[in-house]
């Protein structure tokens, strides 16, 4: 195990507490008391658990968390958000941990933000998810072609896959949306 310089990291969890608070999520607040771990669904396949994810960001260290598995295994169901005593909100800290580590190229598991940068050109192209172009975008993106491809044939004579977008009304409201967020996060 390697020895941590803690006036190093003091400056960055200084740093961090201010990035989270701003985005609504008060570190400082939390005592390690595990309710948020006890309740989380995905605790067991990450590498720090969301009660660790929060220490690590109070000691300053960062990449740490900015390069774990734990950002992108959270469902953002917000159970240890639910569970917290004091507020902290968890799972918004999980959302601010992967932006940041894909705007820093440090993600643990680039093959997600493939895939969900597909989900939702899909869903904005569309108005809702059209499997045929996620799948399609997704494979491409990630030099995978024939992942799932032994699915497709399956999904389709069952009624599960369709080959043509889905026909909704106006998906300017979708886009609006789209926008909407994009405006927010400044990109």
Known sequence: MQSIELTATHSAAKDWEEKMKADGVDISACYQCGKCTAGCPMA?????????????????????????NSIWFCLSCQTCSTRCPKDVDPAKMMEVLRWESQK????????????????????????????????????????????????????????????????????????????????????
């Open 44 to 68: 067991e396949s990450m590498d720090y658990t969301t009660r660790q994810v929060v220490r690590l960001l109070q000691m300053g260290l960062v990449d740490e968390a900015l390069r774990s």
């Open 104 to 187: 820093q190229g440090v993600a643990a598991m680039p093959n997600v933000i493939i895939f969900h940068k597909a989900f939702l050109e899909a869903v904005k192209n569309n108005g809702r998810l059209f499997e045929v172009e996620m799948t399609m975008k997704n494979n491409l993106r990630s030099r995978d072609l024939f992942n799932n491809v032994d699915l497709g044939p399956k999904m389709m004579f069952k009624g599960k896959l369709q080959m043509l977008p889905p026909r909704i009304g106006d998906n300017g409201e979708v886009k609006k949306l789209f926008e909407r967020v994009r405006e927010r996060r400044g990109g």
